[in-house]
């Protein structure tokens, strides 16, 4: 073949649409089988209260974008990673940060305005696959992906399969009780889940409760109380303040105690850790891993690896979304 058909050939590989919806906005782009993301854009989400003008104009965006790669015949199919989304029926259910309440039928409505075979699941369970075909856990079959972010998601891949469960929820790990009785969630109403403590809203509530409880010193007292983040405490922390240390120590412990669980649950090959916290690195890291190996019992000690995720962040959650095509398709 000569090097001219055989960048034809190439050129003409299937590719695949990822779509990742989030609450303030949505992200999406054409991916190859490689992961390589060829062209990306994003939109509003929460300006459309209706879902039929957020697929008009998605529709608008994603076309533009499909064009430049040669068309529709090239496009495999829409992977589209969703709050509440579920794999088996396609719908966004009840979802409580989306302008649209109830059940929406969501792989459908795209299927219908694309005409192209169109695949949804929950966000988390999206960047699992993602992480699966491109990422930290590439050839694993056995692992368990935790997006440490605004809340706690989680993907549970066990002998190479998704965790799903009989209704297309399982894996929501992050609210799971760790703390009987402990912190409200204001989203749920449910006391003491990993959420309300491993979650970048969990960091900033336990700097708030600490500096509340304590006279100690520390940089956090000069940032006024609704300016205080998870990204503040990290600054404090990387500077030496032992109140900000001892933050990011207690989150760790709660996180550990929680993927000690996990593992006792599905014994997976390693914990791929994703999202803005991971940032802080050991800050977190040392005492996840310290409280995580001393709540497992022998059997389960010393062979489970953290990992941070290797996917770019920018382009996780469309890696994620895309790879449910690739998934769809085996």
Request: charged share 20%; aromatic share 6%.
């Amino acid at each position: 073949m000569s090097k001219a058909k055989a960048a034809a050939a190439v050129s003409l590989e299937p590719l695949a649409v990822g779509i990742d919806i989030g609450g303030t906005g949505t992200k999406f782009g054409i991916v190859d089988r490689n992961g390589n993301v060829l062209f990306s854009s994003q939109m509003s989400t929460k300006k459309h209260k209706q879902v039929e003008t957020f697929i008009d104009e998605l529709h608008v965006h994603l076309t533009e974008l499909i064009d430049k790669v040669g068309g529709s015949g090239r496009i495999r199919g829409l992977g589209v990673g969703a709050p509440n989304g579920n794999y088996y029926t396609g719908t966004i259910e009840y979802a409580p940060n989306l302008p649209w309440k109830g059940i929406v039928p969501l792989a459908k409505l795209i299927q219908d305005k694309f005409q192209l075979p169109t695949i949804l699941t929950n966000d988390a369970n999206a960047a699992a696959i993602g992480e699966m075909m491109y990422g930290a856990a590439k050839g694993m079959k056995d692992f368990i992906m935790i997006t440490l972010g605004t809340g706690v998601g989680s993907g549970i891949v066990a002998n190479g399969h998704l965790i799903l469960g009989c209704d297309g929820f399982a894996g929501e790990l992050g609210h799971t009780i760790i703390i009987p009785d402990g912190r409200l969630h204001s989203g749920t109403g449910k006391h003491g889940s990993l959420e309300s403590y491993a979650s970048a809203t969990g960091v900033m509530l336990t700097a708030i409760e600490i500096l509340s409880k304590t006279k100690r010193k520390s940089l956090l007292r000069d940032i006024p109380k609704e300016e205080i983040d998870s990204k503040k405490v990290y600054e404090a922390a990387i500077k030496g303040d032992v109140v900000a240390k001892e933050i990011f120590d207690f989150t760790g412990k709660i996180l550990g105690l929680a993927l000690a669980n996990f593992v006792m649950f599905s014994s997976p090959e390693a914990i791929v850790l994703f999202g803005g916290l991971t940032k802080a690195g050991d800050l977190i890291l040392n005492p996840t891993r310290e409280h995580m190996e001393a709540n497992l019992i022998q059997v389960f000690q010393n062979k489970v690896k953290i990992l941070i995720s290797h996917l770019k962040e920018s382009d996780a959650a469309i890696l994620g979304a895309s790879a449910l095509v690739w998934e769809m398709n085996t």
